[in-house]
């Protein structure tokens, strides 16, 4: 009597295991494999490019340039330099560049050679000390001005103005805005031409060429030992430069 009380307990306890069981696959499994099932990206797709444009008008301009002396006393020239760059640091500021965009980017201080025939060797015949300094002008109407009144102060080479913007990634998400509304117009052409009901992105991807690219000014060199000049305001043109980006694509079809 006992022992068929037992096997029927044992039979009740098991069903209800089995119950659970089943209960818990589909409440818990079916929906994981559901989703896995899912990842997979349809069979029926349309995949389409598509470039994204936008004009970027600059309002930073970059400016590199330095004071560049020889001489046979490295200290005398270190002194010498100092001073012109503390004039040129001064005349900036009084032209309304912040601190903040001031940097040395360069000073080096290098011994010039002379080769001897007769010795076979090389002799120091002084040394050649160059300082940059490296520049943000926020106003674009003063970057001629400030060139214009570098050569006076001491500044014998000028690099390339560069204008670039503050901020490039809303330029970039405005070119991006442009190549997704283009490639869902290409999509949805497709998919009609092709009878077919365009649905959801599948993936997406894009590509640009880099960071937004400086806008190129001619600036000045001086040679070595030249005098001051008359502050000569050049022309600068900023201009504007075409912003480019790229997407891929692919939508499910049904």
């Not at 589909?26 to 929906?31: C, K």
């Not at 390339?160 to 999509?187: H, Q």
Request: aromatic residues 8%; proline residues 5%.
């Amino acid at each position: 009597m006992h022992e068929t009380r037992a096997k029927l307990y044992f039979w009740i306890l098991l069903d209800v295991l089995l119950v659970v069981w089943v209960v818990g696959a589909v409440v818990f499994a079916m929906p994981a494999v559901g989703k896995w099932g899912r990842s997979f990206a349809p069979v029926r797709t349309i995949a389409v490019s598509a470039e994204g444009k936008t004009l970027a008008a600059p309002d930073i301009a970059e400016l590199s340039f330095s004071v560049v002396s020889q001489g046979k006393n490295p200290d005398e020239l270190s002194e010498s330099n100092n001073q012109k760059m503390n004039a040129v640091a001064k005349f900036v500021k009084g032209e309304g560049i912040a601190e903040e965009d001031m940097k040395t980017t360069a000073y080096s201080l290098a011994p010039d050679y002379r080769y001897d025939r007769t010795l076979q060797r090389n002799f120091i015949t002084g040394y050649t000390l160059t300082q940059t300094l490296t520049i943000k002008v926020r106003n674009l109407e003063k970057v001629a001005t400030v060139i214009a009144g570098l050569t006076p102060l001491g500044v014998n080479q000028i690099g390339g103005v560069n204008f670039t913007v503050e901020n490039p990634e809303r330029y970039l998400r405005e070119a991006r805005e442009d190549a997704f509304r283009k490639a869902e117009a290409k999509a949805r052409e497709i998919a009609g031409a092709a009878g077919v009901v365009l649905g959801n992105v599948i993936t997406a991807s894009e590509y640009s060429q880099g960071p937004i690219p400086y806008y190129a000014a001619v600036a000045e060199k001086v040679g070595l030992g030249a005098g001051p000049a008359a502050p000569v305001v050049p022309s600068i043109q900023p201009g504007t430069n075409e912003v480019k980006l790229n997407v891929n694509v692919t939508y499910e079809i049904r």
